[in-house]
C-alpha cells in the first residue's frame, strides 16, 4: 500500500521561499511518477509540477515555471518541491500524488492516486 506524507508548509512572507517534502512509503518513487497540485480555498485543485519516473522529465505549470523545481532522491524514497519567489497567489494546500494513469496527460488529478493528507502554504503580502 503506498502511502504519502507532504511536509514543509507554512507562512512565508511574498517573495520567500519554502522546500515541500513528500516521502513514500518505502520504494514509492522509484515506480511512479509524481505530481504536485494545490487547493486554494473555493478553487479546484489545480496542477503544479511533475516528475517521472527516472527524474530526467518535468514539467510545471506556467504559473509557476522559473519559481518552483521538482526534484527526487530515490535513496530517501521522497520528492521535493523547491519553491522561490512565493507570490500571494501561491497560497493553497499541495499534495503529492503518484501516476497510476499514462493514457492522459500528467496535469490531470484523475491520472493520479494514493494522494497525501496536504500540506498548508501560506504567502502573506
Known amino acids: 500500500q503506498v502511502q504519502l506524507v507532504e511536509s514543509g508548509g507554512g507562512l512565508v512572507q511574498a517573495g520567500g521561499s519554502l522546500r515541500l517534502s513528500c516521502t513514500g512509503s518505502?520504494?514509492?518513487?522509484?515506480?511512479?511518477?509524481v505530481g504536485w497540485f494545490r487547493q486554494a480555498p473555493g478553487k479546484e485543485r489545480e496542477f503544479v509540477s511533475h516528475i517521472n519516473l527516472s527524474g530526467s522529465s518535468t514539467n510545471y505549470a506556467d504559473s509557476v515555471k522559473g519559481r518552483f523545481t521538482i526534484s527526487k532522491d530515490i535513496a530517501k524514497d521522497t520528492v521535493y518541491l523547491q519553491m522561490n519567489s512565493l507570490k500571494s497567489e501561491d497560497t493553497a494546500v499541495y499534495y503529492c500524488a503518484v501516476r497510476l494513469e499514462y493514457g492522459t496527460g500528467f496535469s490531470r488529478a484523475g491520472a493520479y492516486g494514493y494522494w497525501g493528507q496536504g500540506t498548508q502554504v501560506t504567502v502573506s503580502s
Open positions: 518505502g520504494r514509492t518513487f522509484g515506480t511512479y511518477d
